[in-house]
C-alpha cells in the first residue's frame, strides 16, 4: 500500500501563510483636538468587515522580500506597508530565529485610501503571517510574541492596534489606546459600501479640519458623548436590532465628515443623493470617502447595491471621481473577543 510519510515542521513551514486582512469602519470618530506633537486624540468604535484583502507569504527564491499584487491599485510595491511590516518585524525578531526573505501576494478586494485602513490591516496580517512564516512561536514565549507584535505594530502607523485585536474595539489617542468590546448579539448586520474612485489623503483631511474650521463645522462635544455612549451600551451587551436602531445618531457622529467635504468636492452630494435614495442614514467612516449604510442583513445591504447601480444608471446618484465608485455589501465581523492590547507611539495620522 503506497503513501506519503506526514510533513515535518520543516516541511509545514515551506507552505504559503495565508492572512485575511479586513476592512474597519468608523462607527463613531470624535477628533478632540490638535496635540503639541502634531497628531490628535480621537475616540471611536470601531468594527472589522467581512470585507477582506487577501496576503500569502512563503520562502522567497531571491535574497529580498518581495510583494506582487492584484486588485485594486496598491500604489508603488516598493513603499507598501507589508513589506515594511516584514523588515520591521524581522528587525525586532533579532536573531532570536531565521528570517529568510519571503515572497507576499497581496490580493486587494478593499479600496485604497477610502477610510477603510485596507493598507495598516494588510501591515497586521503582515506581521503575524511573518511571524508564522519564520516559526517563531517555537522559539519566543506568548508573551514575547505578544509584546513584539506591539511593538511593529506601533511604528507601523496608528490603525494597525486595531487590527491585531481581530474585533469590536474603542480606540483612542492616537490610535494606540485599544479596548476590545464583548461580541455583538444577534445576527451580522449588513453594511453597504459606496466608495468614489478618488484617493482622499487622511492627512489632508486632518489639515482641511485644522485650516478651515468654521468651513468644516463640528460639534466635538456631542460627537464624543455620541462615541462614548455607544461604547458603553456595547460593553453592556448590545445587540444588531439596537445598533441598527441608532444609524441615525451613528451616521452624523463623525468629525471628520466636513473637511471630508472640502476635499472631495461632490462627497456632500453623494450623501444626500444616497439619503434620498435609500432612506437610511449614511455615515462617514473615517477621513472617507467611504460611506456606509446598515442593515439588518447581507441581502438587505445586496438589494441596496442593487439600488445605488440603478441610480447611477439613470443619473440619480452622481459620485465624485473620474470611474464609478466601488459598490461591496458586506456584513459588520463583530463575533469574536479578543485579548485587549494598549500601544504606544504610532508613526501616523489615525485611526481614519
Given at each position: ?5 506526514p510533513?515535518?515542521?520543516?516541511d ?5 501563510v495565508?492572512r485575511?486582512?479586513p476592512?474597519?469602519l468608523?462607527?463613531?470618530l470624535?477628533?478632540e483636538?490638535?496635540?503639541e ?10 468594527v472589522?468587515l467581512?470585507l477582506?484583502?487577501?496576503?500569502s507569504?512563503?520562502p522567497?527564491a531571491?535574497t529580498?522580500?518581495?510583494l506582487w499584487?492584484?486588485?485594486?491599485d496598491?500604489g ?12 520591521e518585524t524581522?528587525s525586532a525578531?533579532?536573531r532570536?530565529?531565521?528570517?529568510p526573505?519571503l ?5 486587494k478586494?478593499?479600496p485604497v485610501a477610502?477610510g477603510l485602513?485596507?493598507?495598516s490591516?494588510d ?11 519564520w516559526?517563531?512561536?517555537?522559539a ?8 513584539l507584535?506591539?511593538r511593529?505594530a506601533a511604528?507601523l502607523?496608528?490603525?494597525?492596534p486595531?487590527?491585531?485585536?481581530g ?6 489617542g ?11 448579539r444577534?445576527?451580522?448586520p449588513g ?10 489623503s487622511?492627512?489632508?483631511?486632518f489639515?482641511?479640519?485644522d485650516?478651515?474650521?468654521a ?11 455620541s ?5 458603553t ?9 439596537a ?5 441615525g ?10 473637511a471630508a467635504?472640502?476635499v472631495l ?5 453623494l ?12 455615515g462617514?467612516s ?5 460611506l ?5 442583513s447581507a441581502t ?5 447595491a ?6 447611477l ?9 473620474e470611474?464609478?465608485?466601488?459598490i461591496?455589501?458586506t ?8 485579548p485587549?492590547?494598549d500601544?504606544?507611539?504610532p508613526?501616523?495620522?489615525g485611526?481614519?
Amino acid at each position: 500500500m503506497g503513501g506519503t510519510d506526514p510533513p515535518t515542521p520543516a516541511d509545514r513551514r515551506l507552505a504559503p501563510v495565508i492572512r485575511l486582512a479586513p476592512a474597519k469602519l468608523n462607527l463613531t470618530l470624535a477628533v478632540e483636538g490638535r496635540r503639541e506633537d502634531g497628531f490628535h486624540d480621537l475616540h471611536s468604535v470601531m468594527v472589522p468587515l467581512a470585507l477582506a484583502d487577501r496576503l500569502s507569504l512563503a520562502p522567497a527564491a531571491a535574497t529580498e522580500d518581495t510583494l506582487w499584487a492584484s486588485g485594486f491599485d496598491a500604489g508603488p510595491l516598493h513603499t507598501n506597508l507589508v513589506l515594511r511590516a516584514i523588515v520591521e518585524t524581522r528587525s525586532a525578531l533579532g536573531r532570536a530565529v531565521p528570517t529568510p526573505a519571503l515572497a507576499a501576494r497581496l490580493e486587494k478586494h478593499i479600496p485604497v485610501a477610502a477610510g477603510l485602513a485596507g493598507g495598516s490591516s494588510d501591515a497586521a496580517a503582515a506581521i503575524d503571517g511573518a511571524l508564522e512564516a519564520w516559526s517563531a512561536a517555537g522559539a519566543l514565549d506568548a508573551t514575547a510574541i505578544e509584546e513584539l507584535r506591539r511593538r511593529v505594530a506601533a511604528r507601523l502607523g496608528s490603525d494597525v492596534p486595531f487590527f491585531l485585536v481581530g474585533a469590536a474595539a474603542v480606540v483612542a489617542g492616537r490610535g494606540e489606546r485599544v479596548e476590545v468590546l464583548p461580541p455583538l448579539r444577534g445576527t451580522a448586520p449588513g453594511v453597504l459600501l459606496v466608495t468614489p474612485d478618488a484617493r482622499v489623503s487622511t492627512a489632508a483631511v486632518f489639515a482641511a479640519l485644522d485650516a478651515e474650521p468654521a468651513a468644516a463645522p463640528r460639534d466635538s462635544r456631542s460627537t464624543r458623548a455620541s462615541s462614548e455612549h455607544l461604547a458603553t451600551e456595547w460593553r453592556a451587551g448590545l445587540g444588531s436590532s439596537a445598533l441598527l436602531d441608532r444609524a441615525g445618531i451613528l451616521a452624523s457622529a463623525n468629525d471628520l465628515a466636513g473637511a471630508a467635504d472640502l476635499v472631495l468636492p461632490g462627497l456632500r452630494s453623494l450623501r444626500r443623493s444616497l439619503l434620498r435614495q435609500l432612506r437610511r442614514p449614511v455615515g462617514l467612516s473615517g477621513s472617507g470617502p467611504s460611506l456606509w449604510v446598515l442593515y439588518a442583513s447581507a441581502t438587505e445591504a445586496a438589494d441596496a447595491a442593487n439600488v445605488v447601480r440603478a441610480g447611477l444608471a439613470d443619473g440619480m446618484i452622481v459620485a465624485p471621481g473620474e470611474g464609478r465608485p466601488s459598490i461591496v455589501a458586506t456584513t459588520i465581523d463583530a463575533a469574536a473577543p479578543a485579548p485587549s492590547t494598549d500601544i504606544l507611539k504610532p508613526e501616523q495620522e489615525g485611526p481614519a
